[in-house]
């Protein structure tokens, strides 16, 4: 059996051509060439893969079952040539290669998925690292230089090296599961029913106070980064669980296992069908968590960056 050769892209390229046209002349007139240089070159592509790839019994040329198998690998083949010749045209204009995103898991998931879809859209040549992060791990990775964007909450003693530019907050709201003692202390019942949403409460009931809130654990999201060391966000309890993950929080709130704050657009969908209540109480009923961009004043964003940073800012 003869060694198979290496086909060049401009046979890969013709190949497809053929098929995509669904004749030689077809291709011919396609690609701007003599027909009799696409059957030469089809007829080379097959003697180096040693396998016939059309029929040519017939007036028009059919891919042989050989022919349908390997035209994928040529397409394929294409796609990736086109996407390295495009992501170096668009680094000959300066456009990143690469780009990191930081993104505080407070930040609205909507709000998030519609910018990356955008984005992917509109720099499609750009990988994207996208990293989800509490409190400081979001500056950390920018300040370490492991990405180049974040989104993040407010922080009382911000970098020298990092610049903070506000656009918008989160709203938190106090919530326990209806079982929880405190939703059951403020009349909710068992299912809660007199404290869904996160309107105004016009139950009439007394709120709770701080002196019956600190006698309860309140799960409280920790930093896993030196940078808010000594700074608690919200924290009225003296018994506290704290934990690095949202979601480890938010499913130790639905069990019953403690009270918190919570992003209100994230359990909203739980107030309404009666699996959180949101707690009346009397000293900061909710919690303003200021949003900003950041990103090194030594490392200015690149077109990529700088796009992405004005569409999770709008």
Known sequence: MSDIGTPTLDQLHVLTAVVEAGSFSAAARRLRRAQSVISYTIANLEVQLGVAL?????????LTAAGRALVGDARRVGRLVDEMRARAAALSRGLEAELGL????????????VALDEFSREYPTVG???????????????????????????LANVPDTLEWRAIGEVRLIPVAAPTHSLARAQGGGADGSATHGTGPDRSGAEPIDSARLREEVQLVLTDRTALTTGQ?????????????????????????????NMPAELVQDDLAAGRLVRLRVAEAPDYRYPIGLIHRLDTPLGP???WLAGRLAG
């Open 232 to 260: 608690d966000f919200g924290v009225l309890a003296l018994r506290t669980w704290r934990l690095g993950d949202l979601g480890a929080k938010h499913a130790l709130l639905l069990a019953g296992l403690g009270w918190g």
């Open 304 to 306: 990529a960056g700088a």
């Open 128 to 154: 994207l690292r996208l990293r989800i992060e509490g409190l400081g791990g979001v500056a950390q990775l920018v300040l370490d230089g492991a990405c180049q964007l974040g989104v993040s909450g407010w």
């Open 102 to 113: 930081a993104v505080d898991v407070m930040f609205s998931t909507a709000r998030l998925v």
């Open 54 to 62: 059309f029929a040519r019994d017939g007036r028009r040329p059919v």
